[in-house]
């Protein structure tokens, strides 16, 4: 008999299983976000960062500065620009992305104030936008 009892094996084996699981979880995830590739788009909600985050540091290690045309991406890579259009009115920003998030389901992108205020969206909140990746 092995060093290792059958119940110990089929641990294992359980846990590798859920590993693999969990990886394949997340290469699927991963094939959703948006490309850093110029023409790149996608839509969904943006969001705008309370003036309570000014001066915060951002992912970047900048900070934040709400009359600045910044933003919060997932997945682009920091520097990337990026065009936001409302969908609602149409109103179109360009921003930089400097931070990461957003972390609320279905939103796409958290911009500064500066920008949200260009879109048009100061008094609603949240609206729906459409992110296109800039050269």
């Known amino acids: 008999m092995s060093i290792v009892s059958m119940p110990a094996k089929c641990?294992?084996?359980?846990?590798?299983?859920l590993a693999l699981l969990c990886?394949?979880?997340?290469a699927g995830c991963a094939g959703s976000q948006l490309s850093d590739a110029p023409g790149a788009t996608a839509s969904g909600k943006a969001s705008y960062y309370s003036?309570?985050?000014?001066g915060a540091r951002t992912a970047s290690g900048e900070r934040y500065d709400k009359s600045a045309l910044t933003a919060a991406h997932r997945s682009l890579s920091f520097g990337t620009r990026v065009r936001v259009t409302n969908?609602?009115?149409q109103r179109q920003t360009v921003v930089r992305i400097n931070d990461r998030g957003p972390f609320s389901r279905g939103r796409v992108i958290d911009l500064s104030r500066a920008a949200a205020e260009q879109i048009g969206m100061i008094r609603s909140g949240v609206v729906p936008v459409k992110v296109e990746v800039l050269k």
């Open 87 to 89: 969908l609602n009115n």
């Open 11 to 17: 641990w294992l084996k359980g846990q590798q299983l």
């Open 23 to 26: 990886l394949l979880g997340l």
């Open 51 to 54: 003036d309570r985050h000014q």
